[in-house]
């Protein structure tokens, strides 16, 4: 809940003024009218004094005097509406012998400023070099629209829908009130590992996996949103996923499991948590064929392939002195719920990891586009959390525990 200011200017259009201010009190708010006294001709003090169960602000001399100050004190947001060409001079102008413009003058809410008047005052020169100056400081200003005005001419100057104008003004208090909470992760760096690695049998073949990538790459993506700098490492994620990420996420781009390891190794340094959400080989061809390996017509013999252990990555990180303080594996097992469980708790206690995110797949469960359901266990295999829903929901959930963790380890 806010409070908001409503001040009401004297033009025609302030008959919609009343339907702005029960919109702001239908979706909670507390809302104060300042009116000046040219406006009281199109909507009288009865109308106001009706709708808010408030005396409407209009004097300053004499006993309204404390009351300007204390308008633009309790304001969370201040909305002109309508504003006339007369009030966005006085507004740019810095006057403050109403109690709109006064309550402007005196206030550090956001303000927002619905103009309306007939098109040739608002394209008069001084208009708009008012209302350019007012946005330079900062002022939200709802453009009027084009129509039929209150004099009968058609033109540019009317005041919209008043409910889209008390939409677009909680709009702007909502950016207000965003942009005043610090974001969880502030300050915080997170490498996130996505995809799946592909071992190179020859120059066209390859083992591989069916991680989309999107369960990691939502991830990194709720964790920029969240605050944090993130560090994505990719492995042949489809371009379609990978340009979900929003700006600013770092992005390294690698193929095999071995380019992983080594992507990590260096972006984990001067991190605050990894989430390796990335499915890495756990085998790789033990020699990768330089051409292309062919079939021999006269047999129906075919080739063995050899395979090798890969590192494993989230172990080498977490057993090793460059291990972030946080360190999120992830386990994509089969079985019942008993056995994921069990092969989560022990995964992540052999690998290091303070917590494993474990997920069950299959058959269109938990790889590509799909929901998931995630269980979060610690590494003694307790249950902390589960996450089910769209990838972006249980992402939000899993950075929100994380930013929760980070919050509780000691820096
Ligand atoms: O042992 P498993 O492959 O099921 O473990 C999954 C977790 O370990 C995931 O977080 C995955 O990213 C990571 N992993 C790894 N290196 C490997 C295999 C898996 O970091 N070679």
Redesign the pocket.
């Known amino acids: 809940m806010a409070t908001v200011v409503v001040g009401v200017t004297g033009g025609v259009a302030a008959f919609k003024a009343p339907i702005v201010v029960r919109e702001f009190q239908r979706a909670g708010h507390d809302v104060y009218v300042a009116a000046t006294r040219a406006s009281l001709n199109f909507v009288g003090r009865s109308t106001w004094e009706g709708i808010t169960s408030r005396p409407v602000a209009v004097d300053i001399a004499g006993e309204g005097r404390a009351e300007h100050v204390e308008l633009a004190r309790i304001a969370d947001l201040i909305i002109v509406v309508p504003a006339t060409a007369n009030t966005l001079a006085r507004l740019a102008g810095g006057f403050a012998d109403d109690m709109v413009s006064l309550t402007v003058l005196a206030c550090a809410a956001p303000v927002v400023v619905a103009p309306a008047m007939h098109s040739n005052m608002w394209l008069a020169p001084a208009t708009q070099e008012n209302v350019r100056l007012l946005r330079e400081r900062g002022v939200h200003i709802i453009e009027p629209d084009a129509g039929a005005l209150g004099s009968g001419d058609s033109g540019v100057g009317r005041l919209p829908d008043p409910v889209l104008i008390a939409r677009r003004a909680l709009a702007v208090l909502q950016q207000h009130r965003d942009a005043q909470t610090p974001l969880p992760l502030a300050g915080r760096t997170v490498v996130v590992?996505a995809g799946g690695t592909r071992e190179p049998i020859d120059p066209v073949r390859f083992l591989g996996n069916r991680s989309s990538g999107r369960q990691g790459l939502a991830i990194a993506a709720a964790a920029a949103r969240a605050g944090a700098r993130v560090r994505a490492i990719t492995a042949n994620v489809d371009d379609s996923v990978a340009n979900t990420l929003p700006d600013g996420v770092e992005v390294t781009r690698v193929g095999t499991?071995l380019q992983m390891r080594d992507a990590t190794m260096e972006q984990v340094r001067g991190a605050d948590a990894l989430i390796?959400?990335?499915?890495?080989?756990?085998f790789r061809p033990e020699q990768a064929q330089t051409s292309k390996m062919k079939k021999d017509p006269t047999t129906q013999d075919a080739p063995t392939l050899r395979l090798v252990r890969?590192?494993?990555?989230?172990?080498q990180v977490g057993h090793s002195s460059i291990r972030p303080p946080l360190v999120i594996?992830?386990?994509?097992e089969t079985g019942t719920d008993e056995e994921i469980i069990a092969f989560g708790a022990d995964?992540a206690t052999r690998?290091g990891a303070d917590y494993i995110a474990v997920n069950r797949v299959g058959d269109r469960v938990g790889f590509g586009n799909v929901h998931n359901d995630i269980r979060l266990l610690d590494a003694s295999g307790a249950l902390v959390d589960r996450y089910a829903g769209s990838k972006d929901d249980i992402a939000a959930g899993l950075i929100a525990q994380l930013a929760t963790f980070l919050a509780n380890l000691k820096r």
Do not use: S, Y
């Not at 890969?310 to 172990?315: K, Q, R």
């Not at 594996?329 to 994509?332: K, L, P």
């Open positions: 590992t499991a390796m959400a990335a499915a890495v080989a756990d890969n590192p494993d990555i989230l172990a594996g992830f386990a994509a995964k690998k």
